[in-house]
């Protein structure tokens, strides 16, 4: 099946700032919308950010708004996530999820809408 790929992870101090990138071989056409979720250690995995691919609509987390921002390239069908100030708490796994259509849809900030799942890609931030 499709193959999400996550890049740009690491270890970085408070304050500063990572890009997170995913990307897709597989994918021959546009999804509906794909988003960012993280999971911490002991923790159930949580909606950060999502962009539905048409028009761009975007929905952010209370926690990151503000800070984070979520974009696409549609002749790539990649997605990014440029996040600033990073905390402490933001430290996680981030994964790249995708839903490829409309059929059955209820709500875009859950994880079961999503069939398409990254690996993950780990975020550190040190206090």
């Known amino acids: 099946q499709v193959q999400l790929v996550e890049s740009g992870g690491g270890l970085v101090q408070a304050g500063g700032s990572l890009r997170l990138s995913c990307a897709s071989s597989?994918?021959?056409?546009?999804?509906?919308?794909m988003a960012w979720f993280r999971q911490a250690p002991g923790n159930e995995r949580e909606i950060v950010a999502g962009i539905r691919w048409s028009g761009g609509t975007t929905y952010y987390a209370d926690s990151v708004k503000g800070r984070f921002t979520i974009s696409r390239d549609n002749a790539k069908i990649a997605m990014y996530l440029q996040m600033n100030t990073l905390k402490p708490e933001d430290t996680a796994v981030y994964y790249c999820a995708a839903r490829s259509g409309l059929r059955g849809l209820r709500d875009l900030r859950e994880r079961n809408e999503y069939e398409y799942w990254g690996q993950g890609t780990q975020v550190t931030v040190s206090s």
């Open positions: 597989a994918l021959t056409f546009s999804p509906y919308a």
